[in-house]
């Protein structure tokens, strides 16, 4: 970042400041309804539902109150929500106590609370085993 007259960032042009605000995840709220195929391109929060394939250029948070109807891809994932359809991860997926995924989880590690349902095939790319915790904070 250019610094102008006395150093400071206030005077640097406008737009420069509008740029970094794009930076920023994509939010989707509780209550949204999206249909149709979805992509992002860095970080997703979502909150609300998809119906549709989506992928998902860096990580995706999945609330407890989010649900997705298709395949899913990410840089990386924390899904406590429902996905009906498959999830593929390239780094790691951390799969919450509050999570139902009724597809295949792909990713290169898994960590799956206690409580966690997942019906479909897990497959660890990396070799490396499945990690099962306990969640210790509260919902």
Same mark, same amino acid.
């Not at 970042?1 to 794009?22: A, E, F, V, W, Y």
């Not at 948070?61 to 997705?68: F, G, H, I, N, P």
């Not at 924390?78 to 295949?104: C, L, M, W, Y």
């Not at 989880?105 to 306990?134: D, Q």
């Given at each position: ?5 006395? &150093? ?7 737009? +420069?400041?509008?740029?970094? %605000?794009? =930076?920023?995840?994509?939010?989707? =709220? ?8 979805? @992509? ?11 119906? &549709?394939? &989506?992928?998902? /250029?860096?990580?995706? !948070?999945?609330? @407890? ?8 891809? =990410?840089?990386?994932?924390? %899904? ?7 999830? +593929? ?8 106590? !509050?999570?139902? %995924? ?5 990713? +290169?590690? %898994? =960590? ?22 306990? @969640? /210790?904070?509260?919902?």
């Amino acid at each position: 970042m250019r610094l102008r007259q006395h &150093g400071s960032p206030m005077n640097t042009p406008k737009r +420069r400041l509008l740029d970094l %605000i794009g =930076a920023g995840p994509t939010y989707v =709220a509780a209550g949204a309804r999206i249909t149709g195929d979805f @992509e992002a391109p860095g970080a997703l929060v979502m909150c609300g539902h998809v119906r &549709g394939d &989506g992928d998902v /250029k860096g990580p995706l !948070s999945l609330a @407890e109150t989010a649900r997705w109807d298709g395949e899913v891809h =990410a840089q990386s994932g924390v %899904i406590a929500g429902t996905i009906n359809g498959a999830i +593929r991860v390239d780094g790691k997926i951390e799969i919450r106590a !509050s999570a139902v %995924i009724h597809g295949a989880v792909t990713a +290169r590690t %898994i =960590a799956i609370a206690k409580g966690a349902i997942v019906e479909g095939e897990v497959t660890v790319t990396s070799g490396e085993p499945i990690v099962n915790f306990e @969640e /210790k904070r509260k919902r």
